[in-house]
Antibody
Framework: QVTLKESGPALVKPTETLTLTCVFTGFSLSTTGMRVSWIRQPPGKGLEWLAR???????FYGTSLKTRLTISKDTSRNQVVLTMTNMDPVDTATYYC?????????????WGQGTAVTVSA | DILLTQSPNSLSASIGDRVTITCRASQTISVYLNWYQQKPGKSPKLLIFAASTLQSGVPSRFSGSGSETDFALTITGLQPEDFASYYCQQSFTSRATFGQGTKLEIK
């Protein structure tokens, strides 16, 4: 069974750095073609793709946030970590990680439950 | 970045209706277009990938069509559990983007 689960602080202060961890089971990020992305959703709003890391350690970032984001993986521990610097109240959102296997043609076939992050002093 | 524009933003329909949500891309994306359903407080769920391929386990009343810049998600015979928000997403480029979403409400 494939699962992903996000974790991180529920509350961060403005200007702080957010670190989120995605722990997954049922697949390996060393499998050819496998990818894991981070996606966020502000309260009552739509989805925004943030970043992606691939099985070969290629990394991609959303245009508007790329200077603030770093994505990394620990294949042996089945984890993907996202850091976002200089947090602002507009970054308040639910943050999801999601899987893209090669056969999914770039779609996100399995999502985590999400972790809610509030940015407030 | 590729902009995806969904239409309409919201839609009211009745049980048993046939509804269509469209998604237009700002440039050609072949068939690299995917559709998701999201219910309040839940994670998005993949319905359709590669424009028209039904994800395993998704009811056959959902169907997708289109290519290049114009795509559609059709639900034939609305069920109570289909009232939700729907998002399109392009995977043509390395930087994925989503449509703004369509909220399907019961009439």
């Amino acid at each position: 069974q494939v699962t992903l689960k996000e974790s991180g602080p529920a509350l961060v202060k403005p200007t702080e750095t957010l670190t989120l961890t995605c722990v997954f089971t049922g697949f390996s990020l060393s499998t050819t073609g496998m990818r894991v992305s981070w996606i966020r959703q502000p309260p009552g709003k739509g989805l925004e793709w943030l970043a992606r890391i691939d099985w070969n350690d290629d990394k991609f970032y959303g245009t508007s946030l790329k200077t603030r984001l770093t994505i990394s993986k620990d294949t042996s521990r089945n984890q993907v970590v996202l850091t976002m610097t200089n947090m602002d109240p507009v970054d308040t959102a639910t943050y999801y990680c999601a899987r893209t296997p090669l056969a999914a043609r770039g779609s996100f076939d399995i999502w985590g439950q999400g972790t809610a992050v509030t940015v407030s002093a | 970045d590729i902009l995806l524009t969904q239409s309409p933003n919201s839609l009211s329909a009745s049980i048993g209706d046939r509804v269509t949500i469209t998604c237009r891309a700002s440039q050609t994306i072949s068939v690299y277009l995917n559709w998701y359903q999201q219910k309040p407080g839940k994670s998005p769920k993949l319905l359709i990938f590669a424009a028209s391929t039904l994800q395993s386990g998704v009811p056959s009343r959902f169907s997708g069509s289109g290519s290049e810049t114009d795509f559609a998600l059709t639900i034939t015979g609305l069920q109570p559990e289909d009232f939700a928000s729907y998002y399109c997403q392009q995977s043509f480029t390395s930087r994925a983007t989503f449509g703004q979403g369509t909220k399907l409400e019961i009439k």
